[in-house]
């Protein structure tokens, strides 16, 4: 394996991967996975992925779990890049794409981060696992942890969309509904997690959910070529996917499979809860916490998150920037998305395809820029958000 130790992304500080870990024990901020990229760069080659089989563990070598052990694994990843000429024409783009992750298992790309957490946590020793979710986490969760035979504990807050709700019980978790936001779970969990013998499974809480999202950029290089797009629009919660596909960026670059170019990152919230949005356009380092939060996208329903200065970098670094978009503007864009391209996207989805527009029309994304948005999530979910439209 070629992971070596996990690092703090904030003071640097060393810690064993050997052992269950949460966040940095001096500052409490996320650990980051470190690998050896010259001794990868010297076992593979970028062209030996293309007779690998269509998976995310197809990225072993810079993914954690020593090489004898089996993946905790329902099939996620190498999910399609699609073509999106249609709303592309109308919009003014010439090189539109959507990367689908609605075709991962449990119907989001929630399915990448929980295929390597709950597989280290398993191989680690971790019996039961507890997580905050808002939408989809939850079902990945408890998914990939009735997969492992392990305990799955989801807080969810009481207005969670039902599906969400009904897919944890049915895949055998414990679930808790909380009269509150996605962050009064996480505290609920925190509160209790000793006593319980419980492993904190919450984003960038925990170093390896990161590094499943991370294939993201994998593979978005590997389908275009080894060539990335100039504009990526992402509809971000905790970020773990935009962080994720920078650090890939990074590994990738490192080990002499891409060049230095990076596509200009592009964050896409909810206005009803921007605090991502806000921090970017007040130059702010770190992003407090929202206030009353709410949107009918759950996934973008994150008050707070622990990864706020490394997407705020990220989004400065990269030349992208941060938007907002109306509830009512992504349920609407869901149909024409729909009838455009055949994709019943997540509200989540939809809300990059205005903002994709808001952008073009601003000028911040020009005709011929290569762009790539993420359908982060199917709308079979929602359907309590689409029924009354
Ligand atoms: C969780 C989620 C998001 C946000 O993802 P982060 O990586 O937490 O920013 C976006 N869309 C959907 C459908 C989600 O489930
Ligand atoms: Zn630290």
């Not at 981060?113 to 680690?124: D, F, P």
């Not at 509160?191 to 993201?216: H, I, Q």
């Not at 490192?254 to 200009?264: D, K, Q, T, V």
């Not at 705020?312 to 978009?325: E, K, M, P, Q, Y």
């Amino acid at each position: 394996m070629f992971l070596t130790h996990l690092s703090c992304t904030i003071c640097g500080l060393r810690h064993e991967w050997e052992q269950l870990q949460n966040l940095c024990t001096n500052c409490q901020k996320p650990l980051f996975p470190v690998y050896d990229l010259a001794a990868v760069g010297r076992a593979l080659k970028r062209e030996d992925l293309a007779v690998r089989e269509k998976s995310l563990w197809k990225y072993r070598e810079v993914l954690p779990l020593p090489p004898k052990v089996e993946p905790v694994s329902l099939g996620e990843g190498g999910t399609p890049l699609l073509r999106a000429k249609k709303f592309g024409d109308v919009s003014g783009l010439t090189n539109l794409w959507v990367k689908d992750e609605a075709q991962n298992p449990t119907q989001s790309f929630k399915a990448r981060g929980m295929t390597t957490a709950v597989s280290m946590a398993k191989h680690l020793g971790a019996t039961k696992l507890a997580v905050p979710s808002a939408g989809n986490a939850g079902g990945a969760l408890a998914a990939y942890a009735a997969r492992a035979g392990l305990e799955a504990h989801i807080f969810m807050p009481s207005d969670t969309p039902r599906a969400n709700i009904i897919e944890c019980r049915e895949l055998g978790a414990h679930v808790v509904l909380i009269d509150g936001l996605i962050t009064d779970c996480g505290a609920e969990i925190a509160k209790r997690k000793a006593a319980e013998g419980w492993f904190d499974m919450s984003t960038l809480k925990e170093p390896y959910r990161v590094e499943g999202k991370k294939t993201l950029g994998y593979e978005l290089a590997e389908q275009m070529d080894w060539t990335l797009p100039d504009v990526i629009l992402y509809p971000t919660g905790g970020g773990t996917g935009l962080i994720g596909m920078w650090k890939a960026f990074e590994e990738m670059e490192a080990l002499g499979w891409i060049g230095s170019a990076r596509p200009r990152m592009f964050t896409v919230q909810a206005s009803g809860c921007a605090p991502i949005v806000r921090a970017f356009e007040a130059g702010e380092k770190f992003a407090t916490e929202f206030p009353d939060a709410h949107t009918l996208a759950s996934g973008l329903r994150v008050p707070k998150a622990v990864g706020d200065f490394l997407m705020l970098d990220i989004l400065r670094n990269s030349g992208g920037g941060a938007v907002t978009v109306e509830d009512e503007a992504m349920i609407a864009m869901t149909r024409e998305v729909g009838a455009a391209e055949g994709l019943f996207v997540a509200p989540e989805g939809a809300a990059c395809f205005v903002a994709l527009r808001d952008l073009v029309s601003a000028g911040k994304i020009g005709a011929e820029d290569r762009v790539v948005i993420f359908n982060t999530g199917s709308g079979i979910k929602y359907l309590d958000c689409y029924e009354a439209s």
